[in-house]
């Protein structure tokens, strides 16, 4: 799938004229950098596939579903920060974790 997207998005950038181009390259390197970050330290689909089979099947699913690890930390880190707050709280921190890994310095 990465192959993919990057092939594609090599193909959109090359019928882009002169002018923008390079402006566009330079967004999607970072971007592609970013995620090659993310895409190392996460864990494979498999470790998700017990949330999902709950999520579909339960009458009553829950809110979040914390089954991998976020941004290379493993995922009892945040149970453990989370636990005690509400959701608003949850993805705003998560938020701010994910802005982190895209983007160190703006943190």
């Known amino acids: 799938i990465r192959a993919k997207a990057q092939e594609q998005t090599g193909e959109l950038l090359s019928s882009m004229n002169s002018t923008l181009r390079p402006v566009y390259e330079k967004m999607v390197q970072l971007y592609l950098q970013s995620r090659e970050k993310v895409f190392d330290k996460a864990e494979?689909?498999?470790?998700?596939s017990t949330a999902i089979v709950h999520a579909i099947s339960s009458p009553r699913p829950q809110t979040r579903y914390?089954?991998?690890n976020v941004?290379?930390?493993?995922v009892w880190v945040y149970r453990a920060v989370t636990a005690h707050v509400s959701d608003r709280v949850t993805d705003f921190l998560l938020g701010r974790v994910q802005k982190s890994v895209k983007n160190p310095d703006e943190i």
Do not use: R
């Open 71 to 74: 941004a290379g930390l493993p």
């Open 66 to 68: 914390w089954v991998s």
């Open 44 to 48: 494979g689909p498999e470790c998700t």
